[in-house]
Every structure is written in C-alpha cells, then in structure tokens.
C-alpha cells in the first residue's frame, strides 16, 4: 500500500538563468533530468541541487536538444554520477548534432562511461516509474539538421495531470504537433518553449495546448530579452498561472495525479501582466535575432 503523502510526482524547475534545467520525480523515486542548464556553470549548480534533493541515480538523462544552454552540464554531470554515486541510466537525445565543445564533451562522456544513448522521435514511449513519458517531436525520419526544428518534445502522464516540456521547438515545429498530434498537446502544465520567446508559444499551439500553469526558464535581465512582451501578454488573455524562474527562483510542481501544487523559492505574483511589468526594460528588437548563447565552436578538421 502505498503512502498517500509520498505518492506524488515532483517536477523541480530548477533556476539555471539564461538556460533549461528540470529535474523529475516519481512516487517510486525514478528520477529524469531534462537538459542542464548554461556551459558556463558546468553543472556545479545542478549538481548541488539534485544532490540536495538526495538524487543518487539520474534514471533518464534527457537532452532537448544540443545547444549549450541545454546540455551545459551533461558531461560533468556524468562523470560527477558515474564516478560519485550511482550512475545513469539511459540518456535520450534527438541524434541532431550540434558544432560545439560542449556537445562534443557530452558525446565524449557519453562514450567514456559507456552510457546507453537512445535517439527517440514522435511516437517513442519509455515508462518513467509509475508514470508515461510521449515523445511529440522530432518529426519521425530524417527532419533535418535544424536544432531547435528537432528539440524534443515530451508529454509525461500521471494519473490525470499531463505536463509539456518542448526544448527550442519553434513555430514551424509546433504548428507540425498541432497538426500531428492535437489532444495529444493538452496539458495541465507546460514548460514555455524556448524561454518565452515569441518564436514560440504560437497562437495554434497554445490554443491546443490549453495550460492552467506554464513555467518560463530564463534569466531576469536576458539578453535576448526573454520572455518576450508578447508571450506574457498572451498568457495573461488566456489566464495562465504563470511562474518566471528569474522572479520565483526555483519553481516545484507537487502533483498526485489529479490535484496539483506549487512552492516557488521567492514570492511574487503569478499573473503574467504583473510579471510583464516586474520586466527589465530592453531592447528586443536588437534581441530578437539572437536564439541562444554562443558557445566556443569546435575547429574544423584539418582537410
């Protein structure tokens, strides 16, 4: 019989800045890491969380997609688990590679501690514990080289509450799940997709996704100027419960499959038009062409 306080599902939003970092766990205590926050931290500051929340093993190691603010930490985090505690088990990736250092070092670590590596795409399922992980998106085939078109995009189940995770899926990509998969996109959480930028979180898809609480991932001054105006803008018409990491701080979402609840590290509102308001001012459109951080690429091989 199972302890009723203990059967939850906890979804950490964890505050990593200009960046996606998102631990889950289910009742049984199998846990999935999805991306890891910015290159820059090295997944010291991941790693100090998951090891306050006394995460010895990463069942399901996801990466969204290769930029370096979404496997930031994925190498160190590795070894960090393969070396110091109890390994990784499976780690997830859209097979789309990415010209950096930090991919290559997350492929080196991948292979050093001989980790298993699934390329998954729409229509992949793979059981999380006690509760269902759908991959959406990469489109099914060969879609290309393009990193956020290819981002993986995850429904996880429990009981009757659903939650949405999309990477950088931009425009094109999410009208193509719209298309693809309808219901399928309904969610009672979403993890905004790429930080709030206005290239994405579309008119189609939020209208099928249909969120009662949506999550921003983003630094407070970002450089890009995320979350962008329009986005808030459009979760305040729609009535979206609305958490900002940069304001809330860490944001953990406490579900037992039907009821859910949320602890945020900071207090502040969670309406979006007071979060618009709560923004630095900024230049977007001086932003608005930059899609994510630059990282150091690698040198080409010598022809």
């Known amino acids: 019989m199972h302890n009723l306080l203990a059967y939850e599902l906890v979804i950490h939003h964890i505050d990593v800045g200009q960046a996606d970092a998102t631990l889950l766990i289910e009742p049984s205590g199998e ?44 190498d160190v985090i590795i070894e960090h688990y393969e070396t110091e505690l ?63 078109y290819n981002s993986v995009a995850l429904t996880i189940g429990f009981g009757e509450f659903s939650y949405l995770t999309t990477g950088d899926v931009e425009a094109d990509a999410e009208q193509r799940m719209v298309d693809e998969h309808g219901d399928q996109l309904v969610a009672d959480a979403y993890q905004a997709g790429h930080h709030g930028s206005t290239t994405s979180s579309t008119t189609p898809f939020m209208d099928q996704v249909t969120p009662d609480v949506a999550v921003i991932s983003s630094a407070y001054d970002s450089q890009y100027g995320h979350p962008h ?48 308001e709560e923004k630095p001012d900024g230049d977007d459109d001086t932003q608005a062409s930059l899609t994510h951080p630059i990282d150091v690429p690698t040198a080409p091989l010598a022809g």
Do not use: C
């Open 31 to 74: 846990t999935m890491l999805i991306d890891s926050g910015d290159w820059r931290q090295g997944g010291s500051d991941v790693i100090e969380y998951l090891e306050a929340q006394d995460v010895d093993r990463i069942n399901h190691l996801v990466a969204t997609h290769g930029h370096a603010d979404h496997i930031g930490g994925h």
């Open 86 to 148: 109890d390994g990784i088990g499976t780690a997830y990736d859209s097979g789309v590679a990415a010209t950096s250092q930090t991919y290559e070092r997350y492929l080196d670590a991948i292979e050093e501690y001989d980790v298993e590596l699934l390329i998954v795409e729409e229509g992949d399922h793979f059981e999380f514990g006690e509760a269902d992980v759908n991959v959406l998106n990469p489109r099914a085939g060969d879609s290309g080289s393009d990193l956020h």
């Open 229 to 276: 105006d329009e986005v808030l803008e459009d979760f305040a018409d729609r009535g979206i419960e609305t958490y900002w990491t940069a304001v809330h701080g860490d944001v953990v979402l406490t579900t037992d499959g039907s009821n859910v609840e949320l602890k945020t590290e900071h207090e502040f509102s969670t309406d979006a038009g007071d979060l618009l």
